[in-house]
């Protein structure tokens, strides 16, 4: 079969390759998207306080987090074919358990599972693109990888690891088991710490402290013993390319804001202004059309125009239209929700094509699979800080602002005192307080809401000065085709 491969013309057999790579990102960008709709669903099946039922989108970020790191060793030591392969069975089968899941402990524990499973297919699938296409035609590829998120037959990942040649082997390379374990124990200590943090008052808990002191340890002992040890799975020379710690540090943004908003928007939808799973699931698609109709002229546009003025066009419309959202109500029309969508998808797109081009523009070859796993970490880890940022908001300021609402609803208020309102709002009566205390409930969550699209902006805005730090690049017209996508 792998000779069969090999032999076939350059163009079908890249072809090919691009369809299964594509393929095998859609099924770890769909599985979060889903996750993301089916949350206030999931939450009311297995009885789970908002909080809790967050652990299904960040336990699956963290498992993936903690399992991209290694990807470039585990690629080098066994080969892309062999790891692909195995990491396809097990996504699959961590799905399967968790349509099985009957409680929250085992949906989280089967995310969890989900994650490690899922972590190596982007990394993997983005580095057999950049090696199967030109230095030129990396910016079209880059956009095809994208448009895959939302694109693809489910079975395409399988068939991939028919299409794919076994790299080669390095049997001597031994795993870095300590630097492995270091930086697992930073990660998961610091994302306990942001998800327990507005359960437990933050730093006025002795465990926010424990977790604290733990992450630090955890980093700290991860780059002491990399930066000095031989063989680290993690390496760092490639730190030193300009355009690759740039990209870097915009895959964390796109990772707060895609995933921040999508972790806001969606119990906004269904939770105040009462649409249907569907209804909800169709509004969230539509950035995705945005973020589509960007990806299939990104390439032609980056051929026009420098990468990083870009990058500021994506950040400017991503910032806008989150401004636009802090003037959300309880009334916003779903024509509104499309209309924000789409724009924001445009930006973001904007964002990801010119930013995946540029990271590797100027990397050398034998550090590009390590490179995409460090890509795919960064954006992991923004991910996670995200979600747990402005849902930790959101139950905050929903408190406070219920609190500070609360204050003015008094029987000495006069718009209480006014005929048609008394009639409906009779402080005297259960029922009456009963459909106030909804009333000034959902307006507090509606501010909340509000304060959590402000938070996005600002953060979003605050990293414009950073595109000044990367550097020109030009697409070499020369630049050969590399035949062996996996070599």
Known sequence: ?????????????????TVCTMTATVMQALDTTI???ALPYMQGSLSA??????????????????????????????GRKKLFAICVAGFTVASFLCALAQNIEQIVLFRLMQGMAGAALVPLSQSVLLDAYSAEE?????????VGVMLGPIMGPTLGAWFMEETQKQEHLRFDWFGFIALAVGIGALQLLLDRGEQVGWFDSNEIWTEAIVSIA???YFFAHSLTTPEPFVRFEMFKDRNFVSGCIFMVVIGVVLFGTMALVTPFMQNLLGYPIQTAGLLLGSRGVGTLLTMMAAPRLMRMVQPRYLILCGLLLAGGTLYYMTGF??????????????????????????????????????LRTGATA???????????????????????KSTEMHARLTEQVTPFNDALQMPDV???LNVHTDAGRALLDLIVTRQAEMLAYINDFKLLMILTLAVIPLVLIIGRTRQGRSAKVETAAID
């Not at 000779?3 to 390759?17: N, V």
């Not at 299904?56 to 991209?68: G, H, R, W």
């Not at 992991?380 to 905050?396: D, E, K, P, R």
Request: hydrophobic fraction near 50%; aromatic fraction near 8%; proline fraction near 3%.
């Open 422 to 424: 008394a009639q409906n």
């Open 329 to 366: 109500s309880l009334d916003v029309t779903q024509r509104m929700i499309v209309i924000t969508s789409v724009v924001q998808g445009i930006g973001l797109g904007l964002l990801f094509v010119p930013i995946s081009t540029v990271a590797f523009a100027t990397l050398p070859n034998d």
């Open 35 to 37: 996750a993301n709709v």
């Open 49 to 78: 306080s908002l909080d809790q039922i967050n652990w299904v989108l960040t336990s699956y970020i963290v498992a993936a987090a903690i399992m991209t790191a290694p990807i470039g060793w585990l690629s080098d030591r066994f």
């Open 374 to 396: 460090i890509t795919t970490l960064t954006r992991n880890i923004g991910s996670s800080i995200g979600i747990s940022m402005v849902i930790a908001n959101l139950t905050s």
């Open 218 to 220: 955890g980093f700290y």
């Open 1 to 17: 079969m792998t000779a069969r491969f090999a032999s076939m013309d350059p163009k079908l057999r890249r072809i090919l390759i």
């Open 138 to 146: 990396r910016g079209q590829a880059m956009a095809i990888w994208g």
